[in-house]
């Protein structure tokens, strides 16, 4: 008999019938493998024998002392009564199934569902839309990063595997529907909150990302100074990554552009599959000449790079959220930029600088970053903040109180809403209550209706329209009150 046999053989009775413990069956499985029968031919014939008698001798003492064991034990048990339970095997969660539940992730997005509602209440194919589709929101919510997440109820019994067409033209649809609201910067959808149903439904395990794409032709005006300074230091300027082909960065700037609100655009041409991929460190090293050359520049807040046109392109590239580079130090991701940079300060080091220290970095305002991080990170301030001072009714810092107040309220802050309230109203109790009132506020829906400025007294009304997280519309009154010293702002409970 040849070994292949042999060890057919043995497998047969410790493999199938169990009679040994895995490491026993490993061992003999192992010898059998080193066996060499072509040196001992009669030992060949007789293995077989021998194997099968040691095996039958070996299940009959497995036997007998199980046996003997099983009725000592039961013997222990029924003299106490216990109960010998099998032990419990859990089986551990599959992490590639994940959940994100609508209630646990940010605040309800009335609006973007009240759009996706009326999307998807009557069939259409052109949209990609199927009847049994129809009606199949569950909620939208959006968290402080921009990220939504979109809920449906589970359709995918009644629509099993759209064709790629339909799948394309509805996630067109959804992506127009979604992203029309500047704050969204991604997207996640579910079935009823479980993710990966969705992602193996539709075929994409990646969330749904905004496409930045910047024209230069339309994006505020040139900016050739600044475009004049990138080509200089393309030329010559990236010494310290000479191990890398930094011939393809010359010449590599297409254009630059910066509009009113001081947001400059730098194209480069494409030169990804020439330059390479960075490390950590060499992040640093490119990415510290660029922020120290544009943030020279005081008019300029903050920058998107793009390889010809696109944003998404060169985040990809850097391994970077969605976030643009800006004066403030919020971007996310960026390496040793903040430690490299003169011109790059963590909103933690700016919030513990003196009013001095924070005036001799550009900073006269000790409010200025964080009023200015919030209106780069929400629409609704930046758009509320713009009408304030369009009105030319408040300067700059009554707008910034303005909405740090909100912004305060908003996180429930007592201690930061006390700084700016009118004095009557920093009560706790009257804090509280406003708190109460504006936690039940979608931000999201917040416009200003008028300004009006009190001829008598040094006092601007400001009213401002909203909508409750229940979809209601309401309107609040607030009065920003200039006093000597500080400004205040009061509204009635």
Same mark, same amino acid.
């Given at each position: 008999m040849d070994e292949k046999k042999i060890k057919e053989s043995i497998e047969h009775y410790i493999g199938k019938e169990k009679l040994f413990t895995p490491q026993v069956r490993n061992r003999v499985l192992s010898n059998a493998h080193k066996s060499k029968p072509q040196r001992n031919p009669l030992i060949n014939r007789l293995l077989p024998t021998f194997t099968?008698?040691?095996? #039958?001798?070996? &299940? !009959?003492?497995?036997?007998?002392?199980?046996?003997?064991?099983?009725?000592?034990?039961?013997?222990?048990?029924?003299?106490?009564?216990?109960?010998?339970?099998?032990?419990?095997? !859990?089986?551990?969660?599959?992490?590639?199934?994940?959940?994100?539940?609508?209630?646990s992730h940010g605040e309800q997005f009335q609006k973007l569902e009240d759009d996706?509602?009326?999307?998807?209440?009557?069939?259409?194919?052109?949209?990609?839309?199927?009847?049994?589709?129809?009606?199949?929101?569950?909620?939208?919510s959006i968290d402080e990063k921009g990220m939504v997440l979109v809920e449906f109820k589970d359709f995918r019994s009644e629509?099993?595997?759209? #064709?790629?067409?339909?799948?394309?033209?509805f996630l067109g649809t959804l992506y127009d529907a979604i992203f029309k609201y500047s704050e969204v910067k991604s997207t996640q959808f579910s079935f009823d909150g479980n993710l990966t149903a969705w992602q193996e439904w539709i075929g994409i395990m990646e969330p749904m990302f905004r496409q930045y794409v910047f024209d230069l032709n339309t994006?505020?005006?040139?900016?050739p100074e600044l475009e004049n300074d990138l080509n200089n230091l393309m030329q010559d300027g990236f010494k310290q990554l000479s191990f890398r082909n930094t011939e393809v960065l010359k010449n590599s700037v297409n254009g630059v552009s910066i509009n009113e609100e001081g947001?400059?655009?730098?194209?480069?041409?494409d030169f990804r599959s020439?330059?390479?991929?960075?490390?950590?460190?060499?992040?640093?090293?490119?990415?510290?000449?660029?922020?120290?050359?544009?943030?020279?520049?005081?008019? !300029?807040? &903050?920058?998107?790079f793009t390889f010809e046109e696109s944003f998404n392109d060169w985040c990809e590239w850097l391994e970077f959220t969605y976030e643009p580079m800006n004066r403030y130090g919020e971007s996310l991701d960026m390496g040793d930029l903040n430690t490299d940079s003169p011109n790059f300060y963590s909103l933690e080091e700016l919030a513990k600088m003196t009013p001095d220290e924070l005036k001799a970095i550009g900073y006269p305002n000790p409010n200025e970053f964080e009023v200015k991080s919030l209106v780069?990170?929400?629409s609704y301030y930046k758009k509320m903040y713009q009408i304030l001072l369009d009105g030319k009714l408040i300067d700059d810092e009554a707008a910034g109180i303005f909405i740090l107040y909100l912004e305060g309220l908003k996180n429930k802050d007592k201690k930061e809403v006390k700084k700016y309230a009118q004095h009557s109203l920093t009560m706790d109790t009257d804090i509280e209550s406003l708190i109460e009132m504006y936690k039940n506020i979608d931000y999201s829906s917040f416009s200003i209706e008028s300004i009006i400025h009190s001829e008598g007294e040094p006092v601007t009304e400001v009213n401002l329209n909203f909508k409750q997280k229940d979809g209601s519309s309401n309107s609040s009154q607030l009065y920003i009150e200039f006093y000597e010293s500080e400004i205040r702002i009061n509204e009635f409970l």
């Open positions: 099968l008698l040691f095996l #039958s001798i070996g &299940a !009959v003492i497995f036997v007998f002392f199980s046996i003997g064991q099983n009725d000592e034990l039961s013997t222990a048990n029924k003299g106490n009564k216990e109960t010998v339970e099998k032990p419990v095997i !859990v089986e551990p969660v599959d992490p590639s199934h994940l959940v994100m539940e609508l209630s996706l509602r009326k999307i998807m209440l009557t069939p259409n194919l052109e949209l990609g839309i199927l009847e049994s589709m129809n009606d199949s929101i569950n909620g939208v629509v099993p595997s759209p #064709s790629s067409e339909l799948k394309t033209a994006h505020g005006q040139a900016f947001i400059v655009v730098i194209e480069f041409k020439d330059f390479g991929s960075l490390t950590s460190n060499e992040k640093g090293l490119f990415l510290a000449p660029l922020s120290d050359i544009v943030f020279k520049y005081p008019k !300029v807040n &903050a920058v998107y780069a990170k929400h």
